[in-house]
Structure formats: structure tokens, C-alpha cells
């Protein structure tokens, strides 16, 4: 079947009904989007001669990634956050603002709230036998003066790549902390090594990873937030270098400045200046912010995330 029906006026009709636009009311820009939408829907359908069993398969997925909540784990596998990153990242330039530690996407695992402590916290509840890892650095502005007082927002997964609160077995901020930089801009986290995490086998996402002959995996990483009054805010992770995916994230999120080397210290006297009793693996991850008076690029971008807004 090749039939061409876009062009109609049958069609065009419909699709102005569709999107309200013979309507006063409702929102112009989402009309507008949402004409574009089906429109685009409409011409892949013609285009590809999509059968009815194709289109309503289509639509039952939809139905599925919303029922097991993997809409926003779909998002990165399609390499739409790392999308909007490439155009924030032109849009910075085209602005001028170029410099500090580059942003990389925020994922669909943030919990807000995290418990907060000066300099240093413990980001693990000691259930798992798993390596300590050590994660420090220092926040600096470009000048590569120290800045205090940032908050430095930290979550990761554990040892089985899974992140508490998503996983109920994990308990409450397990692997989430936030640190405020000392006088010399630096922060010390205690945690344990990450694993990488991998889709769901079974959900939506992976089911459509299957079909492009694509993996669900992501390298082991760590996410930040790093906030500090007159400073730009920044969202990004590091990922480990060495991991099998670190250059191969089917979330797109690696950059090659963002590849951090977790190295093992055997020396006792490191161990000591940790507290700690033995060997265990030391990552540095020094952040440089950019000044900003802009009140609005000093905070994350509003989006929904898990607690946001419920408490301190
Ligand atoms: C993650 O841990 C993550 O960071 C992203 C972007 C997607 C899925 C799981
Ligand atoms: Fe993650």
C-alpha cells in the first residue's frame, strides 16, 4: 500500500481540530507542539506504511512505559537529556559562557533532601561488604580560588548498580549526601565503590533497547549537584574509569573531561588520615564553578523530581 493522504484537506483539518487550533482557548504553544507531534506521527504512519497491528503495539508500549514508570529511564536511552545538554552547552557559548567543570545529564534517580554536613559525611549504611571508596576534591571558582560553603549534592548506586528510595531494600539516603566545602573549598565523602547500573531486563526500556540491537547499561558513575551563591549551578557525574561501559553509556551521559580514576591505596597513613583501618579506593574530583549574577542559572532547572519540595 503506498496511498498519500498527508496532503488532503481532510487531513489538514483534522489535524487544526486535533490541536485546537479552530479553538480561543487553551494554550497556543501547546497547540502548536502538539500539531507538530501528531502531524509528525501521522507522516511517519504514511511514510512508513505502518499497519494498524504496528500502530497499536506502539501505543500499548507507551501504555506499558507509563504503567512501570520508565518514561524517564526511556528519555536518556534515547539520548534526549544528553540532547538538552548539547543545547545548553550552545547556548552557554553562544552567550559567551564557557569555562568550569562541564555539565553531563542528571538521570531519573535524584531524591531530594539528602542529609547535609560540613565537610565531610559517611554516604553508606555499612550494609553491604563492599570497597570503601574515598571521593574528595575541591570546589574553586575559575581563578582557581577556593569557594566555601558550596553544597556539594552526591548520590550514587550501590554494589548491585540499584539506588535507594527506587529500591525500597536499600535504607532511607543510603549513598545520598549533601557536603558543604570547607574554607578551602573541598569536600570528603566516604562511600563504597559503585556498580554500574543496568535497565530493568524486563521493562519497557530494555524491550525497545532489544529491537535497536542496543545494551541498557551504564558505566559505574557518581552524580553531583554543586551549588554556591554567585556561582552557576552545576549538574553533573563522574564515570569510573576502566569499566567496561564507561566509554560505551547507553545513557550518553561520559564525557571525556567527567572520566575519573578510582585508585587503590594500600599506603597505611592515607588509611589513617580517613579513619579507616586498611586499604580501600580514593577518587579526586575537583569542580570549577562559573561566576554568575544570573539568579536563575544559580539553581538546578525546575523538573519533577522524587521529594522535591517536601522538606528541608
Ligand atoms: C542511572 O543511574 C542514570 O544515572 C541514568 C541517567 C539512567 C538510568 C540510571
Ligand atoms: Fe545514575
Not at 32 to 60: C, G, K, M, N
Not at 250 to 256: H, I, V
Amino acid at each position: 500500500m503506498t496511498v498519500k493522504t498527508m496532503h488532503t484537506p481532510e487531513v489538514k483539518e483534522l489535524l487544526n481540530k486535533v490541536a485546537g487550533l479552530d479553538q480561543s482557548g487553551g494554550n497556543d504553544r501547546v497547540k502548536q507542539i502538539v500539531h507538530r507531534l501528531v502531524h509528525d506521527i501521522f507522516q511517519i504512519v504514511e511514510d512508513f506504511d505502518v499497519t494498524p497491528e504496528e500502530f497499536w503495539s506502539a501505543v500499548y508500549y507507551v501504555s506499558g512505559l507509563g504503567q512501570n514508570g520508565e518514561a524517564a529511564l526511556l528519555a536518556p536511552g534515547l539520548g534526549m537529556d544528553h540532547y538538552l545538554d548539547i543545547r545548553m552547552d550552545a547556548e552557554d557559548a553562544e552567550a559567551g559562557r564557557t569555562g568550569g567543570t562541564p555539565r553531563t545529564i542528571e538521570g531519573p534517580l535524584y531524591v531530594a533532601g539528602a542529609p547535609i554536613s560540613d565537610g565531610f559525611a559517611r554516604m553508606d549504611d555499612g550494609s553491604e561488604d563492599a570497597e570503601t571508596l574515598i571521593i574528595t576534591g575541591q570546589v574553586t571558582d575559575e581563578r582557581g580560588q577556593p569557594i566555601a560553603d558550596a553544597v556539594v549534592d552526591i548520590w550514587h548506586a550501590n554494589t548491585q548498580g540499584t539506588y535507594s528510595y527506587f529500591d525500597p531494600s536499600q535504607s532511607e539516603y543510603n549513598l545520598r549526601r549533601r557536603i558543604r566545602t570547607d574554607a578551602e573549598g573541598r569536600y570528603t565523602a566516604r562511600s563504597i565503590v559503585p556498580s554500574g547500573y543496568g535497565c530493568p531486563p524486563e521493562g519497557s526500556t530494555q524491550q525497545l533497547l532489544n529491537l535497536l540491537g542496543r545494551h541498557g547499561q551504564r558505566p559505574a558513575h557518581i552524580h553531583y549537584f554543586i551549588s554556591s551563591p554567585g556561582h552557576r549551578h552545576l549538574t553533573t557525574q563522574i564515570n569510573l574509569a576502566g569499566d567496561e561501559y564507561t566509554f560505551d553509556d547507553f545513557a550518553f551521559a561520559t564525557r571525556e573531561e567527567l572520566v575519573v580514576e578510582a585508585n587503590r591505596i594500600e599506603d597505611p597513613s592515607q588509611a589513617e588520615q580517613y579513619g579507616l583501618n586498611g586499604p580501600f579506593t580514593k577518587l579526586v574530583f575537583d569542580v570549577q564553578l562559573v561566576a554568575t549574577d544570573a539568579a536563575e542559572l544559580q539553581e538546578r532547572h525546575p523538573r519533577q523530581r522524587a521529594l522535591e519540595g517536601e522538606s528541608a
